[in-house]
């Protein structure tokens, strides 16, 4: 008897072992793509969309925003595990891209921000690039350019996904362009550090940060220097993020009588077939915002 319950033992281990590697294999069924965070995401599908077996997942959660000092949890390196390609912005923004490459070395990593010109702060790359449609439209190329590479099965459907959406934001750059004209070297102050690049693009002037290390309140120092920046530039308008607190500009506000309006990052939102065309709609907002404050 016992050595038929051993047996049994044994029949029933070796089933089970091959029903973990048939499900695992299921798991890997296609090529399983997963983004860092919302923007990567956002441009991606927009590359992916109807590409057959291409199954595509975000990260990070809906309200994770930008992935400054981001902590990769243990649900992060299962949902790895499982992945082909990671979609990251590169530029510094994913810190933890070494971490993942040492415990996923087949993983391939499409660093979204190559051949993009860094602008530097404090003699660090700021990684924000994304904010610009200039960059965007790069981003997307590099996505396009390296989906291709690691799956040439699909490249004509990538660059056929990624010049419809190229022109979208081609389109949109023009209209922002001829929108935000009338107010170029207007000087503006941001929340944090996410605006340089679109600052850029459109010619405005940031003349201070608010919070240069967003999730902590700027110092009473630093606040009296932006009260003071403000002041004595006759600025009328501060621009908050709808991913972090106010009450920093609150405090501006009272101070100089410089109005509150909010400019997005697209930084948060569901990772689902609706954010499609999110970056575009968030960016035509912000240049609504911009010239409703500026003019």
């Not at 990070?60 to 990769?72: E, F, I, N, S």
């Not at 506000?253 to 309006?261: C, R, V």
Request: negative net charge; charged residues 25%; proline residues 4%.
């Amino acid at each position: 008897m016992k050595k038929l319950l051993v047996m049994l033992l044994c029949v029933f281990t070796l089933l089970s072992a091959a029903c973990g590697k048939e499900q695992s294999a299921k798991e890997h069924e296609g090529l399983n793509v997963v983004t860092s965070f919302y923007p990567m995401y956002v441009a991606t599908l927009n590359v992916v969309d109807g590409v057959e077996g291409v199954n595509l997942v975000n990260m990070t959660k809906p309200q994770t925003g930008c992935l400054h000092d981001y902590q990769l949890t243990t649900q992060d390196m299962k949902l790895l595990e499982t992945a082909d390609v990671l979609v990251a912005n590169g530029g510094g923004m994913e810190a933890f891209i070494e971490e993942i490459v040492k415990q996923e070395p087949n993983l391939k990593v499409v660093d979204a921000s190559k051949d993009i010109e860094m602008i530097k702060d404090e003699d660090e790359e700021n990684p924000h690039v994304w904010v610009s449609v200039t960059n965007e439209i790069q981003q997307v190329k590099n996505i396009v350019a390296q989906l291709s590479e690691i799956d040439p099965k699909h490249k004509e459907q990538y660059e056929k996904n990624g010049n419809e959406y190229i022109k979208k934001l081609e389109a949109l750059r023009d209209e922002m362009h001829k929108d935000l004209a009338p107010f170029a070297g207007k000087e503006i102050v941001t929340f944090h550090e996410a605006f340089p690049y679109f600052a850029k693009e459109f010619n405005l002037k940031i003349a201070a940060v608010i919070d240069r290390e967003p999730g902590t309140e700027p110092t009473p120092q630093e606040l009296e220097d932006t009260i003071e920046i403000i002041k004595k530039a006759g600025i009328k308008a501060v621009f908050t993020e709808p991913q972090y607190s106010p009450g920093a500009a609150n405090t501006i506000s009272k101070e100089t009588g410089a109005k509150i309006y909010t400019l997005d990052p697209v930084v948060t939102g569901e990772a689902n077939d609706g954010a499609k065309n999110a970056y575009i709609e968030t960016m035509q907002k912000n240049a609504a915002t911009l010239v409703k404050a500026l003019q």
